[in-house]
């Protein structure tokens, strides 16, 4: 399976993501695992995931083979399930959320750490600083290896990567190919030394995927019109998540090394989503 190596921690090159599957998140990062996935990504806000059941599943596997990543979500982006005081400073949300995450994956540890998005669409606000700040500290404890943003825009991450004292190693976004696969936010990923972690990749982009240019390249390459958007994303860079359901999907979804995209498909895609 493919792998990289983000500032000295070994990632491996396909997340299986954990949202919306309520009932089923047990089973299905149990048959994850199987199928060969170590990396997953949940967050401590119990609207769209189960992370204490992300737990369970993995529970009993040896830490050292998983890359578990978790998130801080503010108070806007919760329900009345809340993992900390409502009425607590934002630096003390963020330790109280990180301490129950860290007890329902049963580990000491999580190796990436993802503030699940800013709390204004433009700029930064200083409750966005202080969750950085107190993130920063687990860094510092060691108990979160690699922090992470979610929900950026460019601007957003310049902000955040010049006001950082550690700076962010990922930023996980909604993907659009319409938006030339986020192409502003990677460029700057790229020079800020930041792995772009991308979702939605086939939900976002049905139309783009239906273009005749992917029926020629599943035809040159063997591979699904799912399995050319993740090889297009790992060639490209990215990080991608996938969330399936389906065990032949799962399959599917981590077996983008038995075929390569050439430069010029590489390119064509990236053009794919353009009005
Ligand atoms: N930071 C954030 O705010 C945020 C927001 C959204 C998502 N995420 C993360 O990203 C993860 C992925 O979310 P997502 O939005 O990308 O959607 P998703 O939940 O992964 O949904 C992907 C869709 O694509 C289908 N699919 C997957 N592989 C396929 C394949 N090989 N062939 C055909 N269909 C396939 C799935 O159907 P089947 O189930 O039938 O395969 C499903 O309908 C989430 O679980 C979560 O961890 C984060």
Known sequence: MIERTVRGVRVPGVMYGTAWKEDRTQELV?????????????????????????????RGRERGQLFLQTKFTHRAGQDHRLPYDAVAPIGTQV??????SLAHLHTTYVDAYVLH??????????????????????????????LGVSNVTRDQL?????????????????????????????????????????FSL???????????????VMHRTGGTREQIVFRFA?????????????????????????FELTEREVEAIERAGAP
Request: proline share 5%.
């Open 117 to 146: 998005g800013p709390s204004t669409t433009r700029g930064l606000a200083p409750e966005d600083v202080d969750a950085w700040r107190a993130m920063e500290r687990l860094h510092d404890t060691g108990a979160a290896h690699l």
């Open 30 to 58: 149990e048959e994850a695992f199987v199928t060969g996935y170590r990396a997953f990504d949940t967050a401590n806000q119990r609207k769209h995931y189960h992370e204490a059941a992300v737990g369970e599943a993995l």
């Open 234 to 258: 790992v060639q490209v860079g990215m990080l991608p998540l996938t969330g399936t359901s389906s065990p032949q999907h799962m399959r599917d979804d981590l077996a983008i090394d038995d």
């Open 202 to 216: 086939l939900t976002a982009n049905r139309a783009t995927l239906a273009r005749p240019l992917f029926d020629e």
């Open 95 to 100: 330790e109280q959320s990180f301490g129950s």
């Open 158 to 198: 310049e902000q955040l990567c010049g006001l950082a004292r550690v700076p962010p190693a990922f930023v996980q976004n909604r993907c659009h190919a319409t938006r030339g696969w986020d192409a502003d936010v990677r460029a700057l990923c790229r020079r800020r030394d930041v792995t772009y972690q991308g």
